[in-house]
């Protein structure tokens, strides 16, 4: 079982910059790959980056070049640092964590962090 707590959200202006993190508990957070999710109004929910346990890393075309996403094994914490944002980055951002073992696959989200980008 992981427990997933975000924090880092709020208001910041068209072209700012914010860090959200994402600390998990439990022991073994090292072998989760981890995702960053946002959910915007009337939309589905989205996946925005992802890093595996491994340290490879993949993007949304939306905010890559602006958004990087990273890990301190030692901290049990995950990390998305945002630049250059948008209005339309606006959005519930969750963390996920994920395994898989064997044929089961073990997902867990954190409650969301809100981000609004606007003027």
């Known amino acids: 079982q992981v427990q997933l707590v975000e924090s880092g959200g709020g208001l910041v202006q068209p072209g700012g910059s914010l860090r959200l993190s994402c600390a998990a508990s439990?022991?073994?957070?090292?072998?989760?790959?981890m995702g960053w999710y946002r959910q915007a109004p009337g939309k589905q929910r989205e996946l925005v980056a992802a890093i595996t346990s491994g340290g490879g890393t993949n993007y949304a075309d939306s905010v890559k070049g602006r958004f990087t996403i990273s890990r301190d094994n030692a901290k049990n914490t995950v990390y998305l640092q945002m630049n250059s944002l948008k209005p339309e980055d606006t959005a519930v951002y969750y963390c996920?964590?994920?395994?898989?073992?064997?044929?089961?696959?073990?997902?867990?989200w954190g409650q969301g962090t809100q981000v609004t980008v606007s003027s």
């Open positions: 439990g022991s073994r957070f090292s072998i989760y790959d």
């Open positions: 996920n964590a994920k395994r898989t073992a064997g044929w089961n696959v073990y997902k867990y």
